[in-house]
């Protein structure tokens, strides 16, 4: 593929506002996890985002948790100057907006379901089911705060989703039918997902700790990411990431079990190489999908070694962030990123003990070494599969 530009981030996580909050918390291996009760004391770990505030009077329709935090990154780390500066260069209409999202306004359905009427059974008049639930919601709102007019899509696709993203929007760059484009998404946290991992049995009592010995689930996690895609050529400057390989698959295989042997994974980074033109050696580190279930890190573990041998370092960073579900390929590209650019392999804050039987190079500690060249994987329910690229503009 002709790699494409990634010019300017923005990020909210429990780690914090902010790409600088992110990479502060990476150097220092601070988890953002926190013990969190909920109804009917449910134990577990989370990756919370500080209670945002409501949306301006004007988006008050929109208003919803997941709208609020992606409103927070939004217009965040200078992202809406960005991206003014884009459209004053492209045109509206030439922008177009790929997103992601699992979870959308779950919550304020929730809400409004626990209102109801007693007697007919019907919602509240203040819900807005097309501005908060509806997945597209999060894409009208950005197209609203940025007046823009291009293409717009949001993609649910479980784990994988704003990875995806990353692809559709390649794809209409491609094709000719935009010359730039916000890609990113947001996932919150709701009863509906924490009860629903819970009754599969996938969520650890403690913070998440990937690919140790005595790993027992994931902690679940909250986000919103954002980055500006646009052409390699004319704009952009030398602290640009570049986008240089997609790859995509799917398991066929279990709608919450992955493939125990990897092999849809394995397939997801053999194409982001071939996409790339790169060979496995290229690669300087992994940013694994890794969300400390025992079925899921062994899985990805026999992929990784397939693909790279034992020697290429990786790690997750999900015991810094949760799994933030949705959100976790956006925010894992944007992890990624700071990695290129500051020569930081990150290590894993909750994870003590490597599990014996997992081969894979596995970062226990932060490692400072020359970073050109990232990939990154995530991988869902439904066995959706994605891994991405990332490089230097002058490796």
């Known amino acids: 593929m002709q790699p494409l530009r990634l010019t300017a981030f923005s990020l909210v996580t429990s780690l914090g506002l902010g790409v600088d909050a992110t990479l502060d918390a990476l150097r220092a291996g601070r988890s953002g996890l926190v013990p969190r009760g909920f109804d009917a004391g449910l134990a577990t770990f989370v990756g919370e985002v500080p209670t945002p505030e409501p949306l301006a009077p004007a988006l008050a329709d929109f208003d919803c948790r997941n709208n609020r935090i992606a409103a927070l990154a939004l217009q965040d780390d200078a992202f809406a100057e960005a991206v003014a500066a884009a459209r004053e260069h492209y045109g509206a209409s030439r922008i177009g907006i790929f997103l992601g999202t699992s979870t959308s306004g779950i919550e304020q359905t929730e809400q409004a379901y626990r209102r109801r009427d007693?007697?007919?059974g019907k919602l509240p008049t203040d819900y807005h089911y097309a501005e908060t639930h509806n997945t597209f919601s999060l894409a009208a709102l950005?197209?609203?705060?940025?007046?823009l007019a291009g293409p717009a899509v949001v993609v649910s696709a479980a784990c994988a989703t704003t990875a995806k993203a990353l692809g559709n929007a390649t794809r209409m760059i491609a094709a000719g039918l935009c010359d730039a484009a916000i890609v990113g998404g947001a996932d919150s946290l709701c009863a509906t997902t924490i009860y629903g991992f819970r009754s599969l049995g996938l969520t650890s009592e403690g913070p998440c700790r990937p690919f140790d010995a005595a790993r027992d689930g994931l902690s679940l996690g909250e986000a919103a990411g954002f980055a500006l895609l646009e052409k390699s050529e004319g704009r952009g400057g030398r602290d640009d990431i570049l986008l240089l390989g997609?790859?995509?698959?799917n398991d066929a295989y279990h709608m919450s079990t992955p493939d125990p042997q990897g092999?849809?994974?394995?397939?997801?980074?053999?194409?982001a190489l071939a996409s790339a033109g790169l060979?496995?050696?290229?690669i300087d580190y992994i940013n694994l999908h890794g969300t400390a279930t025992r079925v899921g890190d062994a899985a990805e573990d026999i992929a990784v070694t397939a693909v790279f041998g034992p020697q290429t370092p990786c790690s997750s960073t999900k015991g810094h962030t949760g799994h933030t579900l949705g959100a976790a390929g956006i925010v894992e590209t944007i992890i990624s990123s700071l990695a290129i650019r500051h020569d930081l392999m990150p290590g894993s804050p909750c994870t003590r003990s490597l599990d014996p039987c997992l081969r894979s190079r596995y970062l226990?500690?932060?490692r400072s070494a020359r970073v050109a060249r990232v990939m990154s994987n995530s991988f869902g329910f439904g066995g959706s599969n994605c891994s991405l690229i990332l490089g230097r503009v002058a490796p």
């Not at 950005?142 to 007046?147: K, N, P």
């Not at 997609?246 to 698959?249: L, Q, T, V, W």
Request: no cysteine; charged share 30%; hydrophobic share 40%.
């Open 246 to 249: 997609i790859g995509e698959s």
């Open 279 to 282: 060979a496995a050696s290229d």
């Open 364 to 366: 226990l500690e932060n």
């Open 142 to 147: 950005t197209a609203r705060l940025f007046r």
């Open 263 to 271: 092999s849809g994974a394995r397939l997801a980074m053999e194409r």
């Open 118 to 120: 007693p007697w007919t």
